[in-house]
């Protein structure tokens, strides 16, 4: 149960911060349509990001399924106002 607990956790956290949620959401409409590939580049050759923070990020964009999980996350939980 607690790996489930820190998955939502972790969903929340990116889908509350603005930049993460449009880099992550990005990514999986990349990932949907077979074009992940050129931004996983751009992340590879990214000076935005220390060596650890680089990887995690590459790890999660290769990760599809969690992808898929955080975009339909992301518009259930949306809040319009």
């Given at each position: 149960?607690?790996?489930?607990?820190?998955?939502?956790?972790?969903?929340?956290?990116?889908?509350?911060?603005?930049?993460?949620?449009?880099l992550?959401?990005?990514?999986?409409?990349?990932?949907?349509?077979?074009?992940?590939?050129?931004?996983?580049?751009?992340?590879?050759?990214?000076?935005?990001?220390?060596?650890?923070?680089?990887?995690?990020?590459?790890?999660?964009?290769?990760?599809?399924?969690?992808?898929?999980?955080?975009?339909?996350?992301?518009?259930?939980?949306?809040?319009?106002?």
């Amino acid at each position: 149960m607690e790996a489930w607990l820190e998955q939502i956790e972790a969903l929340e956290a990116i889908s509350q911060n603005e930049d993460a949620r449009r880099l992550f959401l990005h990514m999986a409409q990349m990932s949907q349509v077979g074009r992940l590939e050129p931004v996983l580049m751009q992340l590879e050759w990214s000076e935005d990001f220390d060596d650890d923070t680089r990887q995690g990020l590459i790890d999660l964009a290769r990760d599809r399924s969690f992808l898929l999980a955080l975009d339909d996350y992301v518009h259930r939980t949306r809040v319009y106002q």
